[in-house]
T-cell receptor, first 111, second 114 residues
């Protein structure tokens, strides 16, 4: 597949451990935030989102935490699996339909 | 099968030769958007459309045009491509109730402008 992040921060995680991916956002008026996963050679895939009036949201094996005070978002993946190896992006809705993405974090799951 | 399709998947062209990248979705989504992806820069939004005949600029609209005459199609037009438009392009779509959160992305179009 094609490489989309030649100089991305990398998180190396052992299989079975929990992963935490962090993201700083820029616009305090953003009303919701989204996490996407992108595997090599594919388009991004929606994981989970959170509205600005929430602090935490859980999905299947994933939890997103939002700290509006410091404009910080995190994605926690429980019991990381080899299939979780990918680039993860956060995005914020800065206006009606206008989205801004972070640069991404490469997650590498080791056996 | 619910999907977003883009054509072509790969394109090599020369500076100044007009081109169109097509995008089509079969999910009856109101919202569609184009992004470019460059190494280390993440995804940057070019244009988006909340519904038919409604389009707005994203963060990097210069050098691009779009149109939304039908709900399912959202072509990206480069009137006079330049080498700095060499990139990986993604089209995406979603419902707009509550905002375009769960976007479905196409497979990408790798464009090289020489």
């Amino acid at each position: 597949g094609e490489s989309v992040g030649l100089h991305l921060p990398t998180l190396s995680v052992q299989e079975g451990d929990n992963s935490i991916i962090n993201c700083a956002y820029s616009n305090s008026a953003s009303d919701y935030f989204i996490w996407y996963k992108q595997e090599s050679g594919k388009g991004p895939q929606f994981i989970i989102d959170i509205r600005s009036n929430m602090d935490k949201r859980q999905g299947q094996r994933v939890t997103v935490l939002l700290n509006k005070t410091v404009k910080h978002l995190s994605l926690q993946i429980a019991a990381t699996q080899p299939g979780d190896s990918a680039v993860y992006f956060c995005a914020e809705n800065v206006g009606w339909g206008k989205l801004q993405f972070g640069a991404g974090t490469q997650v590498v799951v080791t056996p | 099968e619910a999907q977003v399709t883009q054509n072509p998947r790969y394109l090599i062209t020369v500076t100044g030769k007009k081109l169109t990248v097509t995008c089509s979705q079969n999910m009856n989504h109101e919202y569609m958007s184009w992004y470019r992806q460059d190494p280390g820069l993440g995804l940057r939004q070019i244009y988006y459309s909340m519904n038919v005949e409604v389009t707005d600029k994203g963060d990097v609209p210069e050098g691009y045009k779009v149109s939304r005459k039908e709900k399912r199609n959202f072509p990206l037009i480069l009137e006079s491509p330049s080498p700095n438009q060499t990139s990986l392009y993604f089209c995406a779509s979603s419902f707009t109730a509550g905002g375009p959160r769960e976007q479905y992305f196409g497979p990408g179009t790798r464009l090289t402008v020489t």
